[in-house]
C-alpha cells in the first residue's frame, strides 16, 4: 500500500465536506459500476507490448465525472491534477500516473465509436428493473432542443450540417432535439432518440413506446398522433393536451378543463429529466459535433438521470 502523502493527511483532517464530495458519494452508490464494465470491457484494449492501458474501471469513472460536470478532455485532465475529491472518486493518487487528455479523449472515441453510452442506458435500466423499478401502463412522451452554436466562425466556415434551424414561440432555435418516453408514475425515462431540432415530435412518438403501455400523456405538439400511419395499429389511449387557443375557449371549472388539469399534472414528469440534463449536468448546448456523438452523451445523462430520480422509490 502507497505510503499517504502530507496532502492526504491535509484533507482527511479537513472539517466539513464539500457539494461535489457528498454528489460524488451517492452517484458511487447509485452507478452499477460492475455491469456497466462489463459492457464495456469486451471493446476495451488489452495490455500487450505498448504501454499499459488504464483499469478501465478508472477509465469509466473518468468518463462520468467528465459528464457529470460537463468537462473538455484538458478540463478534465486539468480536475484530475486539481481536485481531490475527484481523484478519489476514480480511484488514482496524485503520486501516481494520472491519464492525459489524449487517453481521456481516446476513451470517450472508444464509446462513441461502439455506441456504448445507449448501451450503458439500457444496462442502468436493466439494473433498475432487477431491483423492483417496473415500468407500468403508462408512458409520456416529450421532446426538447439542445442548442447548438450558430456561428460560422470556426475551421470550416460553416454551421454543423447535422443541427438544424427551427421556432420555438417567437424565438429560432439551431440545434438538436432529444425525444424522451417517460414511465408515467416514476417518471423513469426508458426510450430515448435523437433528431435535428427542425424534425416534429409528432413523427418520433412510436419510437418512445416500450410496448406494454396501455396510455400515452404528449403536449399539444403531439396533436394526431393517433392517426398517424405508424400509430393506427397501437392498441394505446392517446392523452394529448388540447392546444392553447383550443383551451382557452373552454367554460372555466368545466369537466374539460379538470381533465386538461389531470392531463398537465401527469405531464410534468417528464420535465424533470430535462431539468437534471440541462441545468444539474450542464448540457444545454452541444459539446460535440454531430448528432452522434452528442446522442451517446444523452443517453449516459439520461441513464444517470435515471439513478436519481429512482433513488427514492427503490429506497422505499
Not at 67 to 93: I, K
Not at 114 to 122: N, S, T
Not at 217 to 245: C, F, S, T
Not at 260 to 288: D, I, M, N, Q, W
Request: aromatic fraction near 8%; hydrophobic fraction near 35%.
Amino acid at each position: 500500500m502507497d505510503q499517504p502523502t502530507f496532502a492526504d493527511l491535509e484533507y482527511e483532517s479537513k472539517k466539513r465536506k464539500t457539494r461535489r464530495e457528498i454528489f460524488l458519494e451517492r452517484m458511487d452508490g447509485l452507478i452499477p459500476w460492475e455491469q456497466l464494465v462489463e459492457r464495456i470491457r469486451p471493446f476495451y484494449p488489452k495490455a500487450g507490448r505498448g504501454r499499459r492501458p488504464y483499469e478501465l474501471s478508472v477509465m469509466l469513472r473518468i468518463h462520468c465525472v467528465q459528464a457529470f460536470y460537463n468537462l473538455s478532455d484538458p478540463g478534465m485532465e486539468d480536475m484530475l491534477y486539481e481536485v481531490e475529491s475527484v481523484r478519489r472518486f476514480v480511484g488514482l493518487r496524485l503520486s501516481g500516473p494520472l491519464p492525459d487528455e489524449t487517453t481521456i479523449l481516446n476513451f470517450r472515441h472508444l464509446l462513441e465509436e461502439h455506441e456504448l453510452g445507449q448501451v450503458l442506458f439500457e444496462e442502468i435500466n436493466r439494473h433498475l428493473e432487477s431491483r423492483g423499478l417496473r415500468l407500468r401502463e403508462g408512458t409520456i412522451v416529450d421532446a426538447s432542443i439542445i442548442e447548438a452554436p450558430s456561428s460560422t466562425k470556426n475551421r470550416a466556415g460553416e454551421r454543423d450540417p447535422e443541427m438544424r434551424q427551427t421556432k420555438k414561440g417567437n424565438e429560432w432555435h439551431f440545434g438538436m432535439k432529444v425525444h424522451i418516453g417517460a414511465d408515467a408514475e416514476t417518471g423513469v425515462v426508458h426510450s430515448v432518440t435523437t433528431t435535428p431540432a427542425n424534425v416534429h415530435d409528432v413523427t418520433e412518438a412510436h419510437r418512445l413506446l416500450h410496448g406494454g403501455e396501455n396510455r400515452v400523456w404528449g403536449d399539444a405538439g403531439y396533436q394526431g398522433v393517433g392517426k398517424r400511419l405508424e400509430n393506427r395499429e397501437l392498441d394505446v389511449d392517446w392523452q394529448v393536451a388540447l392546444r392553447p387557443g383550443r383551451r382557452r375557449q373552454l367554460e372555466p371549472g368545466s369537466y374539460e378543463v379538470l381533465v386538461e388539469k389531470r392531463k398537465a399534472s401527469t405531464r410534468a414528469k417528464v420535465e424533470h429529466p430535462f431539468l437534471y440534463v440541462k441545468r444539474h449536468f450542464g448540457y444545454a448546448k452541444v459539446r460535440y459535433r454531430g448528432l452522434a456523438k452528442n446522442t451517446q452523451r444523452l443517453a449516459l445523462l439520461l441513464g444517470m438521470t435515471n439513478l436519481i430520480r429512482a433513488e427514492r422509490y427503490l429506497a422505499a
